[in-house]
């Protein structure tokens, strides 16, 4: 883990410091860095749904698209995941040009095919409180994607 994503995990750990109605928390895989090869940074549960959270520092380029760096091991874990039907997301932290850090949200089923990985920006969506994680958590029913290997 970069001190990029020192920074993202310490605001997700602030914004569920204070107890909600939906009785959410985050348990945390990693220690730190270099945790465990491709699995999830956390897990964030809502109720009886956990969700495997990865957390990312990207830059933009300058088309304003994310310059994704994720391991193969990551891929292989949140594709196969989301083939089973478990629910992953990416949480990712960006700088734009004037300097403002802005964070995001997608699916993890979404980093399954590198073609996509081009235009994840398409299929995120804005966060800036615990608020935006939980409605999108909530929201999102189409979490699955068909077998890649059957393609």
């Known amino acids: 883990m970069q001190i990029n994503e020192t920074r993202l995990r310490r605001w997700l ?82 700088e734009t040009k004037l300097g403002v850090e802005e964070r995001y949200i997608f699916q993890g089923k979404h980093i399954y095919n590198s073609t996509l990985r081009k235009s994840l920006k398409d299929v995120s969506q804005k966060i800036t409180c615990r608020g935006d994680i939980v409605w999108f958590l909530t929201n999102v029913t189409d979490w699955s994607i068909e077998n890649p290997a059957r393609r």
Not at 74 to 88: E, I, L, P, W
């Open 13 to 94: 750990k602030r914004i569920w410091e204070t107890p909600d109605i939906l009785s959410s928390k985050v348990e945390w895989h990693e220690a730190g860095v270099g945790g465990t090869v491709g699995a999830p940074d956390c897990v964030i549960r809502i109720g009886d749904t956990s969700y495997g959270v990865e957390l990312k520092h990207w830059s933009l380029d300058k088309s304003e698209n994310f310059k994704a760096s994720i391991r193969p091991a990551q891929v292989k874990y949140h594709t196969m995941a989301s083939v089973s039907g478990a629910k992953t997301v990416f949480i990712v932290q960006c």
